[in-house]
């Protein structure tokens, strides 16, 4: 008969299911179609396959609307195409709607962050492609039951034995912590191949736990070798589970004294193993020579390069951590920021608290293998799968905290047991009911507060919705939009900075197609110190949709370079454009005299910047040996034969002992040079290889403008290379590699009179 206590676990388990059901049917009704982590491809391999058109090959030119996904290992997808087989998903294409100028991967002050363009044809009732994405959406939600109730199990036999009645109830705070993770719930609410990956590894992960600790018949590591063979079908990177099936077996055999029990247990699991997950690795040997199918993924989604030194891994921890607790969308849809603070230090300090646990463990005199075993394999498989994507993010970008998923439940058990220790003698619930609240919250919140706001239309306004403070234009564009009015949000700007400019639009007529609108921040000589396009209502209410007499609100936040030169005075340029081919809508002004393919709005000032002597102060870091700290334009324009004088301050951020070359070039389209100079810095007066730490160096330049030069917008760049002809990286903050360059701005090349 179950005591009060497994009684009292049983019900609460049972409720944390309930709970993590209907967050992840939440989750999955409230992000938008296409809008969940590589859903916008994970779906597309589930439908070719659903279609009956099998695995796809993948080749460079080639590339399907499942793109690199289609490299990765078909059970979950064959699941799908299961569940939605019966579906016609003839529609699929109109869903798939794309936003040519999403910001993927970025965080923006004005959204424009849907991948998609999202219209009536995905709301209730569901019907054709959209029922079978929410169909599989929610077989991902019932994989993630599976999850939670294994990090129950697994928590379960770890403290099984525990003498301390402060730790019976663990088992549900280990589970509470991975089930109310945004992230996850996220995840799992999604078209996703880790929902199954995840839910497997979990699985696993409690055999083995169990099984250190009662010697498993030859069934039983055979269930252990289906399992595993199951997840290398999900995901290459359960694969790492195999190493912990390892240690398991040498475990049990210690504990037996037996060889034999060795034997037989690597004999159970690498037969159905190789027998369910084999042929997918030998295919991929046989079409692309690599068993794992990895350099096919990376071709298409592109190899890393250069490779990341190990501050640059460092440099990405912020977004790696971020993305462990809620980053939606399609990794540019951030949670506020107490999420990040208040989880990471709650998980931290849990993760930290484990060494604790453990000594304490040993102080009471804990002697049993097995007990240390299970530890063991739950600290051990979050080391592996982090080494493993340590390795994956130096062949291409993949810093992303959601691929730690695979051992979600190891790290919650290991974040509760820390806190447990950590807790005072009396209330070891305490801190882990914390992490649980603070999880709770941001859970239930998320969803209305964060995700749902991302991707909403503007609101429809009347013409008396438009501010007085707003400044009228009244500029019609191809007798189908006016420009009401305009706002900006600053009459003075830095650069480095933002401005952020409010259009007030009308539609005057329907529109067959999606016009992209352009907002330029132009200086002297038409040159663009910052630009910003895409189409209006951040991204989610393209021009095709909207309808005579629609006024909205379009507010553009523009980025202004950080080399801008001053002191100037900038303009907006605002007009709308065809992506296709680049064609302009005609603009009009009140009287209908044309006004040519643009309005011109607004004037702000750039003020002269001067800091210490240095003009233009800026910090471009090339390579951590030197940094640009300003520089100096005589001019922005010339003609043939005239020369732009050029003047760098540089400062040396350590000792050097290399000679490094410094190019400067005006660069034009298909690599045109009409204007160069390189050589020694001070003309070979001041070798980089004498610099000091600390040292500054005023290094002019004459770049003089070839005389068949055509006229036009150039590049102005300058940056450093070795006697190898290497470049020197530009690095960003936390050590990102930007470029190989630094472009200090535009010129403009002009006719000779």
């Known amino acids: 008969m179950p005591s009060s206590t497994d009684r009292v676990g049983r019900i609460g388990i049972a409720a944390l299911l309930a709970v993590y059901l209907a967050l992840g049917l939440l989750y999955s009704v409230t992000t938008p179609l296409f809008e969940a982590s590589d859903e916008l491809w994970h779906y597309p391999f589930i439908k070719r396959l659903a279609d009956g058109d099998g695995l796809p090959v993948q080749t460079l030119d080639q590339i399907g609307p499942w793109r690199q996904e289609g490299s990765q290992p078909p059970l979950y997808y064959a699941l799908g195409a299961l569940v939605t087989r019966w579906v016609d998903t003839s529609d699929m294409e109109t869903l798939r709607w794309l936003n040519q100028h999403a910001d993927i991967g970025v965080l923006t002050r004005d959204r424009n962050v849907n991948m998609v363009i ?163 690795y030998y295919r991929n ?115 992303q905290g959601r691929l730690m998923f695979s051992a979600l439940t190891a790290l919650s058990l290991l974040s509760a047991l820390g806190l447990a220790a950590l807790s005072p003698r ?85 529109m067959a197609e999606d016009y992209s609108v352009f907002v330029h921040l132009l200086v002297a000589h038409d040159l663009i110190i910052g630009q910003r396009d895409m189409y209006p209502g951040q991204g989610n209410y393209p021009t095709s949709l909207w309808s005579p007499g629609d006024i909205i609100a379009d507010t553009y936040v523009v980025p202004v370079m950080e080399a801008a030169l001053t002191p100037a005075e900038a303009q907006f340029e605002v007009g709308l454009y065809r992506l296709s081919d680049g064609t302009r809508l005609a603009v009009v002004d009140t009287e209908g005299a044309p006004l040519g393919d643009n309005v011109r709005l607004g004037r702000l000032a750039l003020p002269e910047r001067v800091v210490d002597g240095i003009p233009n102060p800026m910090r471009q870091n090339l390579g ?16 043939p034969g005239e020369a732009f004088h050029l003047t760098l301050h540089w400062e040396a951020l350590r000792d050097l002992d290399t000679n490094y070359s410094v190019f400067t070039q005006v660069l034009g389209p298909n690599a045109y040079i009409p204007a160069q100079m390189d050589g020694w810095p001070l003309q070979g007066a001041a070798p980089t290889a004498t610099w000091r730490k600390g040292q500054l160096v005023i290094d002019p330049y004459t770049l003089v403008v070839a005389a068949d030069a055509p006229p036009g917008v150039y590049d102005l760049q300058v940056g450093m290379y070795d006697a190898q002809g290497r470049r020197l990286s530009l690095l960003g903050a936390g050590g990102f590699v930007r470029d190989d360059r630094i472009l200090l701005g535009r010129v403009r090349i002009v006719a000779l009179d």
């Open 426 to 510: 009396r209330a070891r619930w305490l801190l882990p009911a914390l992490l649980c609240a603070v999880l709770l919250a941001a859970a239930v919140m998320l969803p209305f507060s964060t995700i749902r706001p991302a991707y909403a239309r503007p609101a429809l306004l009347t013409p008396q919705d438009v501010p007085d403070s707003a400044t009228d234009s009244g500029a019609t564009y191809g007798d189908a939009v006016r420009l009401l009015a305009w706002q900006v949000d600053r009459t003075e700007l830095v650069p480095g900075q933002d401005v952020a400019l409010t259009l007030y639009w009308q539609c005057l007529a329907p």
């Open 285 to 399: 040997w046989v079409l692309y020579r690599d068993p794992l199918g990895l350099s096919a993924f990376v071709a298409i989604v592109g190899a890393r390069h250069p490779v990341p030194s190990l501050r640059q891994l460092l440099g990405e921890w912020q977004g790696f951590v971020m993305s462990y607790w809620g980053l939606f969308g399609g990794v540019n849809v951030a949670a506020p920021g107490w999420v990040y603070w208040s989880l990471s230090l709650l998980g931290g300090l849990g993760l930290l608290g484990v060494p604790l646990y453990a000594w304490r463990l040993a102080r009471a005199g804990e002697r049993d293998l097995g007990r240390w075993a299970q530890l063991a394999l739950v600290a051990a498989w979050p080391c592996v799968v982090f080494v493993s994507l340590v390795r994956w993010t130096l062949m291409t970008i993949a810093s």
């Open 624 to 639: 951590d040996q030197v940094a640009l700290v300003g520089y100096s334009l005589d001019r922005t324009s010339a003609a």
């Open 118 to 280: 999202h219209t009536e044809r995905e709301r209730w009732p569901f019907r054709g492609a959209a029922l079978a994405v929410y169909l599989v959406r929610w077989m991902s939600v019932a994989l993630g039951a599976v999850t939670v109730l294994a990090a129950w199990l697994t928590a379960r036999e770890l403290v099984a034995r525990d003498s301390s009645a402060g730790y019976l109830w663990l088992p549900l705070a280990a589970a509470a912590i991975s089930a109310l993770n945004p992230m996850f719930l996220f995840v799992t609410g999604s078209v996703n191949n880790d929902a199954l990956v995840i839910a497997l590894c979990a699985v696993c992960l409690w055999l083995m736990v169990r099984y250190v600790q009662r010697e498993p018949s030859p069934w039983q590591w055979a269930l252990l070798g289906v399992l595993l063979g199951l997840a290398s079908l999900s995901k290459a990177s359960a694969l790492g589970m195999l190493a912990l099936a390892a240690l398991t077996g040498a475990v049990v055999a210690w504990k037996a004294r037996s060889w034999r029990t060795l034997f037989v247990a690597g004999l159970c699991i690498a037969v159905p193993l190789a027998l369910i997950g084999g042929w997918w």
